[in-house]
């Protein structure tokens, strides 16, 4: 059964450095996402993405977050410079029709940084 | 704007007893709903979803949800809990142009 998968399933960074989150989509599939999720709080979405470009984004994906999908296969996040708070579960997701169709989730990478 | 509310962010009941996992949404339009579970060190896989079809939905692992427009509700149910079903389970909404908006999710303990 084809399956969203994310590398690295974790990544412990300092402060202020770069990091790029690797996800896999499932292959046939056009709508791509990433969500976080801090510990102990809701999932929340980030940025999604079609026909490349960004097709919506949140409060959250400030100038300091970016999207790209570099290949036919890959879809990555890159912080800039990370802050504490960026400590996180960082799922990605992707689905073969906008919103109100299932949308088929990565294991995540727990994100820490000190 | 929707959101999601999860009552109980720890639910834990015994093998073979009923499981019972509370939703409530808010949405200014008809939604979509969902129901996902996260297995320990493992994705969110979905459980089943609601698309103004039929109300009561059926998923997978012997789950279903039913729709209650008038309670704003899609609360998830199970006749029989196993150990199995031991995991994290998140309700979200979505409306036809939304990203999906996700509760705090609940945790499921099932006691031999």
């Known amino acids: 059964e084809p399956e969203v998968t994310q590398t690295p399933s974790h990544q412990v960074t300092q402060m202020g450095q770069e990091v790029i989150l690797r996800c896999v989509p499932i292959?046939?599939?056009?709508?791509f996402y990433w969500y976080r999720q801090i510990l102990g709080q809701k999932v929340e979405f980030l940025v999604s993405?079609?026909?490349?470009?960004?097709?919506?984004k949140s409060e959250i994906f400030d100038d300091q977050f970016s999207v790209e999908r570099p290949d036919g296969s890959n879809f990555t996040l890159k912080i800039r410079s990370t802050k504490l708070e960026d400590s996180a579960m960082y799922f990605c997701?992707?689905?073969?029709?906008?919103?109100?169709?299932?949308?088929?989730f990565g294991p995540g990478t727990r994100l820490l940084v000190l | 704007a929707q959101s999601v509310t999860q009552l109980g962010s720890h639910v834990s009941v015994s093998e073979g007893a009923l499981v019972l996992l509370r939703c409530n949404y808010s949405s200014s339009v008809p939604p979509y709903l969902f129901w996902y579970v996260q297995y320990p060190n493992q994705g969110l896989q979905l459980l089943l979803k609601y698309t103004s079809a039929a109300t009561l939905v059926k998923g997978i692992n012997g789950f279903e949800a039913e729709f209650k427009k008038s309670e704003t509700s899609f609360h998830l149910t199970k006749p029989s809990a196993h150990m199995s079903d031991a995991a994290e389970y998140f309700c979200a909404v979505s409306e036809r142009n939304t990203p999906l908006v996700f509760g705090k999710g609940t945790r499921l303990s099932v006691i031999a």
């Open positions: 292959s046939n599939h056009l709508y």
């Open positions: 997701a992707s689905s073969d029709a906008q919103y109100g169709e299932t949308q088929y």
């Open positions: 993405f079609y026909n490349n470009e960004i097709s919506e």
